[in-house]
């Protein structure tokens, strides 16, 4: 017995990273899984690898940040599987590291466009289809950058802020409907997101950005995406009914300085 056997899952941003660990996770608990990406290669890769677990899964192409897409991922999920009960609301990018001064205007607005309105999207529709059920887990991926500043990255700290916010406002609006929405706010985990922002950081060393992030967690470690799957399979589960509108950090205690 799964500790998500019969429920279906819907994850965006699948096709790497925290997404993809937490797809495996949840099909190894029996779930059935529903993979969104802007990435057909990496969805795929993923959904492979959900298969060999022996889960049923779909991949559905999306930009999260339009609403056609978002309205298509949804129904394509209703049409496979008929529900959806858990909904980790997870794509995302960094964006630049730039001093405010030198930070990109388009930058800026793309950065929100996926962050902000790509989970507002995902939001509004998931919510929809989990009121009709009368029962339903989300889980948005926000960060530490959702709690707390970090310096160069304005436009990322300024979007994780914003879906800490959501998580509570739809967490209160939807409470009565059997809904739960929470948020999980990572520190560093060792994904391509953090090999990126290492390389931003010093090109010519990207090893830098890792000493210096590792000395910065009083853990001492860089996570690794299974600690994340671990728990978002948690707050996905029904182990979890009395957590609803918590932005919970998983950082090694980064934000308990
Ligand atoms: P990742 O880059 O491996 O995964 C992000 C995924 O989102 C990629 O597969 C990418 O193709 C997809 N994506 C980007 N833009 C998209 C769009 N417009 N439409 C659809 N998909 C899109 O990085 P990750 O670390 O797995 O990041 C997942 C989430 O975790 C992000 O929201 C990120 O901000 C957050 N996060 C990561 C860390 C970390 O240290 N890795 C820390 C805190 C929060």
Request: aromatic share 6%.
């Amino acid at each position: 017995m799964g500790r998500l056997d019969d429920k279906v899952a819907l994850i965006t941003g699948a096709a790497g990273g925290l997404g993809r660990q937490t797809a495996i996770r949840m099909a190894e608990e029996g779930a059935k899984i529903a993979l969104v990406d802007l990435n057909v290669e990496g969805g795929e890769e993923t959904k492979k690898l959900v298969e060999e677990i022996g889960s049923k899964s779909i991949f559905i192409q999306a930009d999260v940040s339009k609403s056609s897409d978002v309205q298509n991922y949804v129904k394509k999920t209703i049409e496979e599987f008929g529900k959806i009960d858990i909904f980790f609301n997870n794509a995302g990018i960094e964006g630049m590291v730039a001093p405010v001064e030198d930070y990109d205007e388009d930058e800026f607005d793309k950065v929100i466009a996926i962050n902000v309105k790509g989970v507002f999207l995902g939001l509004k529709y998931v919510l929809k289809e989990m009121k009709k059920q009368g029962s339903g887990s989300v889980i948005n991926t926000s960060s530490i950058g959702g709690l707390v500043g970090h310096e160069n990255f304005i436009g990322y700290v300024a979007s994780k802020h914003a879906v800490s916010g959501m998580t509570k406002d739809a967490a209160i609006e939807y409470g009565k409907h059997g809904i739960r929405v929470n948020a999980i706010a990572p520190g560093p985990i060792n994904t391509d997101m953090v090999k990126n922002a290492a390389h931003k950081h010093n090109p010519d060393n990207p090893q830098e950005y890792y000493d210096l992030v590792t000395s910065l967690v009083p853990s001492r470690m860089i996570g690794e995406p299974e600690h994340v799957a671990n728990l978002v399979t948690f707050l996905g589960s029904d182990e979890s009914p009395y957590i609803n509108g918590a932005i919970i950090a998983i950082d090694g205690a980064m934000t308990a300085i």
